[in-house]
Structures are given as structure tokens and as C-alpha cells.
């Protein structure tokens, strides 16, 4: 039982690249959520999900993308990388209380 | 505007004392409220929740209380052990469990 697995942990990406940080959870929930924390700012939510097919934007959805096309995949996608997009991201699964992964720390140079 | 706050950005206890982190809320709709811990390099991990309908929930060392009227809770960790040295977040949902709102964290460091 792997629980939250997010791949890869780390990457850099140059400015204007793209890339999809991928998430799939074992834990049959219905409820998935991408956060990025960036240092002292906590966690600051992208976008989730409350089932297969359905989306809607969080806190700080601009420069990023989301599908659900299933109940156990939630990739983030990045279109134009930009330096303002370096943080660690983090996806999560929730019931009531929510379990995540281990983490994407992303640069963006 | 921060719906969640942990307005103290760190804490420094001695290891067998209690330790106390603070955290405000302003949504009146939060209706469940947890705490997660962080290590570096890791996903934040569960320790401790609370339903708006209870004031007090205690597992082990750890203890949550809340104030609704005040929108205030805390999370008391007696004894305090050096392991416990991590980042602490609050967090707070409404009742419908669709989102999920942080605090920024709390230091602690759990001295020998």
C-alpha cells in the first residue's frame, strides 16, 4: 500500500519549458489536492479534485493545469515555466483527514 | 487574506516541558480543523484533528483544544521529546471536506 506517490522528486526546468509532475494514490479517496509551499508562506493550494472528472481552481491556479481522468492519477502540468514557479510541490488525498505525498521540489532557472 | 494563522513563526522548548502552538482562524464556516508535522525533505503527516462540535481532543502526548468563539486552537504536546522538533501546520476545512486551508507553520525545537 504505497498511499500518495509523487514522481519525480526532483527536476529543473528552464524557462519557457514545460513539464507534469504526476500523482496517483492507492487509497481509493475522491477528494486529490496539488499545494506548492514556497519558504515561510506554508501551503497554498493549486487546484483539487472531489472525484474523477471533476476539478476547480484553489488559491493560486494561474501558469498551471490539472485533469482527473480516473480516481488515482491527479497530474499537475506546467505550460511556460517561469522562476516565479519554483517551489515544492505537494499532492494530497483526503477522506477527512488528508495524506501526502513526498514531495516535488522544483527549480525553475 | 489569510483565513489560517499561526502567527508564531517559531518556538523553542526544553525536551520534557510542554509545548504550545497557537492558531487562529477568521472563516466562520471551518467546521473540522487538524494538525499536520513536517520534517524537511518530507510530505506533511497527520497528527491530530478536531470537530467543531467538541472542545477538547487528546491522543498521547498530544492534546487539541478549540474556542470557536474565540476561533482559536491550540496543540499541547506534553512531554516534549527532541523528535518532536519539526514544522507544525493547522489546518482548517469547511463541512463539506472540499478544501483544505494552512496555516504558514510553526518551528518547534525540542532541546536536550
Known amino acids: 500500500n504505497a498511499g500518495v506517490t509523487q514522481t519525480p522528486k526532483f527536476r529543473i526546468l528552464k524557462i519557457g519549458q514545460s513539464m507534469t509532475l504526476q500523482c496517483t494514490q492507492d487509497?481509493?479517496?475522491?477528494?486529490m489536492y496539488w499545494y506548492r509551499q514556497d519558504p515561510g508562506m506554508g501551503l497554498k493550494l493549486i487546484y483539487y479534485?472531489?472525484?474523477?472528472?471533476?476539478?476547480d481552481k484553489g488559491e493560486v491556479p494561474n501558469g498551471y493545469n490539472v485533469s482527473r481522468s480516473t480516481t488515482e492519477d491527479f497530474p499537475l502540468r506546467l505550460e511556460l515555466a517561469a522562476p516565479s514557479q519554483t517551489s515544492v510541490y505537494f499532492c494530497?488525498?483526503?477522506?477527512?483527514?488528508?495524506?501526502f505525498g513526498q514531495g516535488t521540489r522544483l527549480t525553475v532557472v | 487574506d489569510q483565513q489560517v494563522k499561526q502567527n508564531s513563526p517559531s518556538l523553542s522548548v526544553q525536551e520534557g516541558r510542554i509545548s504550545i502552538l497557537n492558531c487562529d482562524y477568521t472563516n466562520s464556516m471551518f467546521d473540522y480543523f487538524l494538525w499536520y508535522k513536517k520534517y524537511p525533505a518530507e510530505g506533511p503527516t497527520f497528527l491530530i484533528s478536531?470537530?467543531?462540535?467538541?472542545d477538547k481532543n487528546e491522543d498521547g502526548r498530544f492534546t487539541v483544544f478549540l474556542n470557536k468563539s474565540a476561533k482559536h486552537l491550540s496543540l499541547h504536546i506534553v512531554p516534549s521529546q527532541p523528535g518532536d522538533s519539526a514544522v507544525y501546520f493547522c489546518a482548517a476545512s469547511d463541512a463539506g471536506y472540499s478544501t483544505l486551508t494552512f496555516g504558514k507553520g510553526t518551528m518547534l525545537l525540542v532541546s536536550p
Open positions: 487509497m481509493n479517496h475522491n477528494y
Open positions: 494530497a488525498t483526503r477522506l477527512k483527514e488528508a495524506f
Open positions: 479534485s472531489v472525484g474523477a472528472g471533476i476539478t
Open positions: 478536531i470537530s467543531s462540535i467538541k
